[in-house]
């Protein structure tokens, strides 16, 4: 099998690094449309355009509309092309950054994410996910190229809501079990090769800088505060993360939550917090040791993140929601099948269980 490892050509990070921004692109761009909702641009838009400005980058800044779906994209896309834009600059969360690598990928030119949160591991891949204007998962979009840099400023990462740092948390740590199942089971990663074992030893890391930090850090978050965990858990959700499912693969959790997406009950729930309601009904599904499990719900109650169907929202599922959830879970092309052979009852059944785990340890509390 072909093994293969890609990834951004520059991550930076640390605190008041959005002050680099002009002087990082300044060497390939004259000028760049930064793209980012309302309250994002509240929080970046002033100092990213002065940071432009004195490296002679022009900048353009627009308002993105809040869901990476085909219109949005075909909406900037066309902003860019009638701007002449030489780089295309993503700030805010996952839905942002997605949204700026396909009109990139439209128009051409450079490519920034500049994430706000450290809530996924979107802004170091080659791949969009594709919503609905109503907010429902549909598809992946692939790329050739990567983004040329990740910029992450900390103090920024540290000031937005503390919800978002442990979503992050929680997507980050599915990517270790996820690569671990695509491992053991010789399946792919997001390029249809071989995980190489710098993934898989990437993924791991990503994992246990989690366990080391992750309590610390999400109470200095929730202060406000940078310290040394802040930055250590931001480099797992952001990078490590990144890299490890795009090179390592994805598997069950992903398809659990796209499957999540379906419900409309649980559109208010962030990405991470559904991916760890599929993280526990993976580890379900793959028959793991009873101790595994325990900790990794303990560990997400410790966080304060969801172990249940309720906490994202969707209160006492019908047999319909269930079987609605699974069947989008093992839909062709999803990514539970780089790593299990499982038919809609078992993963309807694993999601069963684990909500039932979650919420026994969930009443011990």
Request: aromatic share 6%; charged share 25%.
């Amino acid at each position: 099998m072909i093994r293969s490892f890609k990834s951004p050509a520059a991550y930076v990070q640390g605190r008041d690094a959005l002050d680099q921004l002009g002087d990082r692109l300044e060497p390939v761009a004259a000028s760049a449309l930064v793209l980012a909702d309302a309250d994002v641009l509240e929080i970046v838009g002033d100092r990213a355009e002065a940071s432009l400005r004195d490296a002679d980058v022009e900048p353009t800044l627009e308002e993105f509309g809040g869901e990476a779906s085909e219109d949005e994209i075909d909406r900037l896309t066309e902003i860019a092309r009638e701007g002449g834009a030489d780089a295309i600059v993503g700030a805010g969360g996952g839905k942002a950054l997605d949204t700026a690598k396909a009109v990139r990928e439209n128009a051409g030119g450079a490519m920034v994410s500049l994430p706000t949160i450290a809530s996924t591991d979107a802004p170091t891949s080659a791949l969009s996910v594709i919503y609905s204007d109503e907010g429902e998962f549909e598809r992946y979009w692939f790329y050739e190229a990567h983004p040329d840099l990740v910029l992450v400023d900390t103090a920024i990462v540290a000031g937005a809501p503390a919800r978002f740092f442990r979503s992050g948390i929680a997507d980050a740590m599915a990517t270790w079990f996820e690569a671990d199942a695509v491992r053991r089971a010789d399946g792919e990663n997001f390029f249809g090769e071989g995980p190489t074992h710098a993934a898989h030893s990437i993924s791991r890391l990503c994992y246990d800088l989690l366990r080391e930090h992750g309590r610390s850090a999400v109470r200095a978050v929730e202060r406000g505060v940078v310290t040394e965990s802040v930055e250590a858990v931001t480099e797992a959700n952001t990078l490590l993360s990144g890299l490890g499912f795009e090179n390592g693969g994805i598997a069950a959790a992903h398809s659990i939550h796209n499957g999540l997406t379906q419900l409309e009950a649980a559109h208010g729930a962030t990405h991470g917090e559904k991916v760890n309601v599929g993280t526990i009904a993976q580890l379900v599904l793959e028959g793991r040791d009873d101790a595994i499990v325990d900790d990794v719900i303990e560990f997400s109650i410790a966080l304060g993140l969801p172990v249940t169907l309720e906490e994202v929202g969707v209160d006492d599922p019908s047999e319909d929601d269930l079987e609605r959830v699974a069947r989008a879970a093992v839909a062709e092309g999803e990514t539970i099948h780089n790593a299990f052979d499982a038919s809609v009852e078992e993963v309807r059944d694993a999601l069963v269980a684990a909500d039932d785990l979650g919420a026994r340890r969930r009443a011990d509390d």
